[in-house]
């Protein structure tokens, strides 16, 4: 499967980011999104981006560039600054929330950072950032560093290419951990019926007597079945039980 990225460079134009020392951010973000895409595309992904020239746009209208593309993944490119400067430093990657494909990349992300000399700060929930609440992908907003730490800022000018590749390599590496095929599972049926009641019966019934007993509406049948197991033993060790309990079973495989 080809998958598609839009890569966002945050700021632009009227809006540098955060600037320390005459160094904007905007031009950070430009010039690392850009060396990703092209790893990424080097690699099969089809990659887009919010813009590739230093112009403005807001949060709102970058949602919508990656809505109205339909890509698989959203990700934004900022770096981060403090109040004081030499404060802080570290990489964070902001998502809105802790579930799914988007906080495993997150956590791969900073992982991948964290071993190029980047104090991992880690993986931090925001769901009131627009980038992260309108789009309709998963999505993810990577801080490199903090623009105002001389420490990150040595990271991100002598180390920039494994930067890049660091980053490219664990979106990567995430996607391809999902396209893994799924293991596959056994599974006791005790009962397929074409009417919800007669299942019902069955289900209540196991699970009155402890059986990790489940519905599963497939095909036109409502069909109860007990456990999920990797090793076909333990499946056949809970048909046995089943069985000596009265129930008649087939394993099944999903």
Request: charge should be negative; avoid cysteine.
């Given at each position: 499967?080809?998958?598609?990225?839009?890569?966002?460079?945050?700021?632009?134009?009227?809006?540098?980011?955060?600037?320390?020392?005459g160094r904007q951010e905007k031009d950070d973000n430009l010039k690392l999104a850009l060396a990703v895409g092209k790893i990424l595309e080097d690699n099969g992904i089809n990659v887009s981006y919010t813009r590739t020239t230093d112009v403005y746009q807001?949060?709102?209208?970058?949602?919508?560039?990656?809505?109205?593309?339909?890509?698989?993944?959203?990700?934004?490119?900022?770096?981060?600054?403090?109040?004081?400067?030499?404060?802080?430093?570290?990489?964070?990657?902001?998502?809105?929330?802790?579930?799914?494909?988007?906080?495993?990349?997150?956590?791969?992300?900073?992982?991948?950072?964290?071993?190029?000399?980047?104090?991992?700060?880690?993986?931090?929930?925001?769901?009131?950032?627009?980038?992260?609440?309108?789009?309709?992908?998963?999505?993810?907003?990577?801080?490199?560093?903090?623009?105002?730490?001389?420490?990150?800022?040595?990271?991100?000018?002598e180390k920039f290419d494994q930067i890049a590749r660091s980053i490219a390599e664990a979106i990567l590496g995430t996607l391809d951990q999902e396209t893994v095929e799924e293991p596959l599972y056994y599974r006791v049926q005790t009962g397929s019926f074409?009417?919800?009641?007669?299942?019902?019966?069955?289900?209540?019934?196991?699970?009155?007597?402890?059986?990790?007993?489940?519905?599963?509406?497939?095909?036109?049948?409502?069909?109860?079945?007990?456990?999920?197991?990797?090793?076909?033993?333990?499946?056949?060790?809970?048909?046995?039980?089943?069985?000596?309990?009265?129930?008649?079973?087939?394993?099944?495989?999903?």
């Amino acid at each position: 499967m080809a998958y598609s990225i839009m890569l966002d460079a945050g700021h632009g134009g009227q809006d540098p980011g955060a600037v320390y020392k005459g160094r904007q951010e905007k031009d950070d973000n430009l010039k690392l999104a850009l060396a990703v895409g092209k790893i990424l595309e080097d690699n099969g992904i089809n990659v887009s981006y919010t813009r590739t020239t230093d112009v403005y746009q807001t949060p709102f209208e970058k949602a919508q560039l990656a809505n109205q593309a339909g890509v698989d993944y959203f990700i934004s490119f900022h770096r981060n600054s403090s109040s004081k400067d030499n404060q802080y430093n570290g990489v964070e990657v902001l998502v809105y929330d802790k579930s799914g494909i988007k906080y495993q990349m997150a956590e791969n992300i900073v992982g991948a950072l964290g071993e190029l000399g980047f104090r991992e700060i880690g993986v931090k929930e925001r769901p009131g950032l627009v980038v992260l609440r309108r789009t309709k992908m998963p999505a993810l907003l990577i801080e490199t560093g903090f623009i105002n730490s001389d420490e990150d800022n040595k990271l991100f000018d002598e180390k920039f290419d494994q930067i890049a590749r660091s980053i490219a390599e664990a979106i990567l590496g995430t996607l391809d951990q999902e396209t893994v095929e799924e293991p596959l599972y056994y599974r006791v049926q005790t009962g397929s019926f074409r009417k919800r009641e007669n299942a019902d019966r069955m289900l209540y019934q196991l699970l009155e007597k402890g059986y990790p007993a489940f519905l599963l509406h497939e095909n036109g049948l409502y069909k109860v079945q007990t456990g999920a197991y990797q090793q076909i033993g333990n499946a056949v060790n809970m048909e046995q039980r089943l069985r000596d309990d009265g129930y008649s079973t087939v394993i099944v495989t999903r």
